[in-house]
Nanobody, 127 residues
């Protein structure tokens, strides 16, 4: 499986973007899928994840209520809808797959469980 992230860009504070993560190869339906981000000079951090199978979701506290992760299994694509963007959301966003799914719900924020990573897409939010 390879992951291709897209949809990044430059927006002003309060704007919206939708990131996509398309998989080539096997279907995504059973995988745990996550979005992470890395801002300049900072460590990579968890943003959101969706569990394989049942589709439970988990979010980092600062994006709750603003970001939504969803998956379209038929299209083998995972989305991250980002609303009410803030300058502190500026980062390179990476999608990742935990396959075969190992992480339990409480561990979905741990990047070490994710085996396959996309190339990243840059999101820039200006004030």
């Amino acid at each position: 499986v390879q992951l291709q992230a897209s949809g990044g860009g430059s927006v002003q504070t309060g704007g919206s973007l939708r990131l996509s993560c398309a998989a080539s190869g096997r279907a995504l339906s059973t995988y745990n899928m996550g979005w992470f981000r890395q801002a300049p000079g900072k460590e990579r951090e968890f943003v959101a994840a969706i569990k394989g199978g049942g589709g439970s979701t988990r979010y980092e506290n600062s994006v709750k209520g603003r970001f939504t992760i969803a998956r379209d299994n038929a299209k083998k694509t995972v989305y991250l809808q980002m609303n009410d963007l803030r300058p502190e959301d500026t980062a390179v966003y990476y999608c990742a797959a935990d396959t075969p799914p190992v992480a339990i719900y409480s561990a979905l924020d741990n990047g070490r469980y994710y085996d396959i990573w996309g190339q990243g897409t840059l999101v820039t939010v200006s004030s």
